[in-house]
């Protein structure tokens, strides 16, 4: 990410900041973790499946998803 990301929290918050590479057709299995997830997608495409979602979600470069805290997710 190029530009700096502003997140802003009602109070004290934990931040865990990762650059992740993942090759073309990799799953990662189904997991879950505390706090919220924010996937900012540099290039190609990510799909995201949440438990309780009936379909995929595809996100291509440029965007962003969030993944709420415990929530099931692949």
Known sequence: VEEPVQIGTPGPAVYSVRTATLPPGVSIAWHRHPGTETTIVT???????????????????????FVADAVPHT
Request: hydrophobic residues 50%; contains cysteine.
């Open 43 to 65: 290039a190609g495409a990510v799909t995201l499946q949440l438990e309780d979602a009936c379909d995929p979600v595809t996100f291509g470069a440029g965007e962003a998803l």
